[in-house]
């Protein structure tokens, strides 16, 4: 890849900038604290997550096939209110990203797959705004990672071809399927290596305008 024509940077969010928004570990914790038989609600969560991560229904749907299909001894908005604490900002990532984007020289993109009503609230909770140009979110264009299309939507919302462009994700999966369609892409394991990848990237994109 000739560094001079990369333009984009594409980034998964969970798990690089915040812990997940509703993974197992999550799942788990809700089990305990408000007396629920994990195996049941995790094989219901299977059932229908993915209907609700390419916005087809509601958080509240989700919830009433996944918790609320029987009566409960808790408030719906105290279940809800957990939901939402979960999402917490991972070390280091988040803040240096926010401020080494403001003179990068790249734009910085979003594929993530994230129910609405839980996007929404990481955006503006954590904002997001700072450190993305846009966001193709699962909810929002009815596709989901590992479907390939969703890389395609991105590479045509950016205006990019796959040489102009790196994808950054957590799962190894995801990078495989991105580097099938000619992006470059890494697993992000850690801040700093994730961090120096950034800045040789940045580094090579200077030097090869300016050779």
């Known amino acids: 890849m000739d560094n001079q024509d990369l333009r984009i940077l594409f980034f998964d969010i969970g798990g690089i900038l915040l812990s997940n928004g509703w993974g197992h570990e999550s799942r788990a914790a809700a089990a305990e604290k408000f007396g629920l038989d994990y195996e049941e609600i995790n094989v219901l969560h299977n059932f229908i997550f993915n209907v ?18 029987k009566p409960r001894n808790f408030p ?10 979960q999402s917490v900002e991972l070390p280091h990532m988040l803040a240096w990203l926010k401020g080494w984007k403001k003179n990068c020289g790249f734009r910085i993109i979003s594929i993530n797959n994230e129910g609405k009503e839980l996007n929404d609230y990481r955006v503006e909770k954590f904002n997001l705004h700072e450190c993305f140009d846009a966001f ?24 990019a071809t796959p040489a102009q462009c790196v994808y950054f994700d957590d799962r190894i999966m995801f990078v495989k399927i991105a580097e099938k369609l000619g992006i470059k892409a890494y697993q992000h394991t850690s801040f700093e290596s994730t961090k120096e990848i950034l800045l040789n990237l940045q580094d090579s994109s200077s030097l090869a305008e300016h050779a």
């Open 52 to 69: 609700y991560e390419i916005g087809h229904i509601s958080l509240d749907d989700y919830l009433d096939t996944v918790i609320f299909h």
């Open 76 to 85: 719906r908005e105290d279940f809800k209110e957990f939901i939402y604490a």
């Open 136 to 159: 193709i979110s699962s909810c929002e264009v009815k596709l989901r990672k590992p479907d390939p299309a969703i890389f395609k939507l991105a590479l045509g919302i950016a205006q």
